[in-house]
C-alpha cells in the first residue's frame, strides 16, 4: 500500500491540463514553447505571485491549498502566475541528470521572469512587487530565484523546499530579499540532516538544511540574531509542535523566518495531506501556512 501510494505521489506526474477558473499564457522561451497559468484580479492589478508547484503538478497543489493562498493573493489585487515546468521539475540547482530541466540546464529562472513581466504588462502591474511562493521542488526552485535576486525579487517563500547545495557558493551576490520557510522535521523525502531529496531511498539531489538555508541567508544579508519560539500548540491530537525562529535588521529591509514543525512531514500547514499521513506524514495545524505567507509577504 505504501509503495504504491508513493508511485502516485512521485512518479507520476500531475495534470497540465487547465484548472478551473485559470487562463493559458503560453509563449516561446529558449526556444522552447513554455506555458503559465493564471488568475487576476478585476481591474488594474498591484503586482505578481509566482506560485511554483512541486511535482504534483498544478491541480494537485491547488487542492493542498484549498485555494486559499491564490484568494488571499487575488483579493489584494495580485496576478497569480503558475509557471508549468518541464516535465514537472524545474532547474532548481539540484543538477539531477535524470530531470530533463536539469539535464539541460534549462533557464527555468529566465522563463520564470519572462512569465512575470509578461503577465504584469498584460495586467497593468509593472513596476508592482514581485513574490515569489514554491512547495516542494517548486521551493527549491523558489530558493534559486532568491540565490540569484538582482533586485526584482520582493519576497520569498519555500514549503517543504530549500536551496540547493551546488548552488550555495554561488549567492554571495544576492539583493536582500525577505525570505520565510517551512520544514516539517520528519520529511520522509526530504532528509535535512544528510542534506538530500530521495524517493524509495534513491538520491534525487544534494539540498542545505532549514536551518543552513537561513544561516546562509543571515550571513548573506547580514542580518541580526536569530531568536526562536514556540508556537501555541493549536492542535494537541495531531503530534506536531512548531517553533518559529526570526532574523531580523537584515541589509536592505530584508528579514527571515523559519517555521519547524516538529513531527512534521511533507506537507502545507492548515491545508490539505499531499497524500496519505502513513505515506507523507503530518503537516500540521500550528499556524496556517497561507495565511502566514501572504502576511508575510506583505509586510504584515
Known amino acids: 500500500m505504501r509503495a504504491l501510494a508513493l508511485l502516485a505521489l512521485l512518479s507520476v506526474p500531475g495534470s497540465s491540463a487547465g484548472p478551473d477558473g485559470l487562463t493559458h499564457s503560453a509563449f516561446k522561451h529558449g526556444g522552447r514553447e513554455r506555458t503559465a497559468w493564471v488568475v487576476a484580479p478585476k481591474g488594474k492589478a498591484k503586482g505578481v505571485l509566482l506560485f511554483l508547484s512541486g511535482r504534483q503538478g498544478l491541480a494537485k497543489m491547488r487542492a493542498i491549498t484549498r485555494g486559499e493562498l491564490e484568494r488571499r493573493a487575488v483579493a489584494d489585487g495580485f496576478v497569480v502566475v503558475y509557471p508549468e515546468a518541464v516535465e514537472f521539475i524545474y532547474n532548481d540547482g539540484r543538477a539531477f541528470p535524470k530531470f530533463p530541466s536539469q539535464a539541460q540546464d534549462i533557464d527555468d529562472a529566465g522563463f520564470i521572469w519572462a512569465a512575470a513581466e509578461r503577465l504584469a504588462r498584460e495586467h497593468g502591474a509593472e513596476g508592482g512587487p514581485v513574490y515569489a511562493v514554491g512547495f516542494a521542488a517548486g521551493g527549491l526552485m523558489v530558493?534559486?530565484?532568491?540565490?540569484?535576486?538582482?533586485?526584482?525579487?520582493?519576497?520569498?517563500?519555500?514549503?517543504?523546499?530549500?536551496?540547493?547545495?551546488?548552488?550555495?557558493?554561488?549567492?554571495?551576490?544576492?539583493?536582500?530579499?525577505?525570505?520565510?520557510?517551512?520544514?516539517?522535521?520528519?520529511?520522509?523525502?526530504?532528509?535535512?540532516?544528510?542534506?538530500?531529496?530521495?524517493?524509495?531511498?534513491?538520491?534525487?539531489?544534494?539540498?542545505?538544511?532549514?536551518?543552513?538555508?537561513?544561516?546562509?541567508?543571515?550571513?548573506?544579508?547580514?542580518?541580526?540574531?536569530?531568536?526562536?519560539?514556540?508556537?501555541?500548540?493549536?492542535?494537541?491530537?495531531?503530534?506536531?509542535?512548531?517553533?518559529?525562529?526570526?532574523?531580523?535588521?537584515?541589509?536592505?529591509?530584508?528579514?527571515?523566518?523559519?517555521?519547524?514543525?516538529?513531527?512534521?512531514?511533507?506537507?502545507w500547514p492548515g491545508g490539505d495531506p499531499v497524500e496519505l499521513e502513513a505515506v507523507v506524514g503530518v503537516a500540521g495545524n500550528d499556524f496556517d501556512a497561507s495565511k502566514a505567507a501572504w502576511d508575510f509577504l506583505r509586510g504584515r
Not at 539540498?207 to 514556540?230: M, N, Q, V, Y
Request: with cysteine; proline share 4%; glycine share 14%.
Open 143 to 267: 530558493q534559486r530565484l532568491v540565490c540569484e535576486n538582482d533586485g526584482r525579487l520582493k519576497g520569498a517563500v519555500s514549503v517543504a523546499g530549500t536551496l540547493a547545495r551546488p548552488l550555495a557558493r554561488a549567492c554571495a551576490g544576492a539583493h536582500p530579499v525577505p525570505v520565510m520557510l517551512v520544514a516539517g522535521d520528519d520529511d520522509p523525502f526530504n532528509d535535512w540532516k544528510k542534506g538530500l531529496v530521495h524517493i524509495f531511498n534513491i538520491e534525487q539531489g544534494r539540498i542545505l538544511s532549514p536551518e543552513r538555508t537561513l544561516a546562509l541567508w543571515g550571513k548573506t544579508f547580514r542580518c541580526g540574531e536569530a531568536k526562536s519560539r514556540l508556537l501555541t500548540d493549536a492542535d494537541a491530537e495531531d503530534g506536531t509542535r512548531t517553533l518559529l525562529t526570526e532574523r531580523h535588521g537584515c541589509r536592505g529591509g530584508a528579514r527571515l523566518r523559519l517555521y519547524t514543525v516538529r513531527g512534521g512531514g511533507l506537507g
